[in-house]
């Protein structure tokens, strides 16, 4: 656990900048946990859909790329956004390669793990494409685990209910 306010832990773009979720998200955010080989791949896909649909809202979608399940993000920086960006056409800003779990777990993660999903279980994350919506200024956190598809019912009233009108 950290004294530092999750919007301020140290972060890095995938081209290598550093940045802060303060910086990165002025209103809410979406975090995601993303891998380029997995069978949930295809989330991309709705991930640039809502980045798209609600970035005037006040929403930014964050993919967090891990190689920590099965080798599933294997690929360099340069490879992941490429693929990003010609199969899904991603437009939402990624981090570099993170470990979500485990002793080098990053301290973003350290805290974001702490949230209980909608059964009220904290932990690590299960799989790739696990979410986390951070309302503004983080003040709320809500999880949704790697079979809840973007676009789902919940994610959406979810990602509503945090943004001005």
Known sequence: MTDTPITDIALTTLDGRSTTLAELADGAALIVNVASKCGLTPQYAALEQLARDYSGRGLTVIGVPCNQFMGQEPGTAEEIQT???????????????????????????????????????????????????????????????????????????????????
């Open 83 to 165: 693929f990003c960006s010609t199969t899904y056409g991603v437009t939402f800003p990624l981090l570099a390669k993170t470990e979500v779990n485990g002793p080098d777990r990053h301290p973003l993660y350290a805290e974001l793990t702490r949230t209980p999903d909608d059964q009220g279980e904290a932990g690590d994350v299960q799989w790739n494409f696990e979410k986390f919506l951070l309302a503004p200024g983080a003040t709320e956190i809500t999880r949704f685990r790697p079979s809840t598809t973007p676009d789902a019912p919940e994610v959406v009233s979810a990602i509503e209910a945090v943004l001005p009108r």
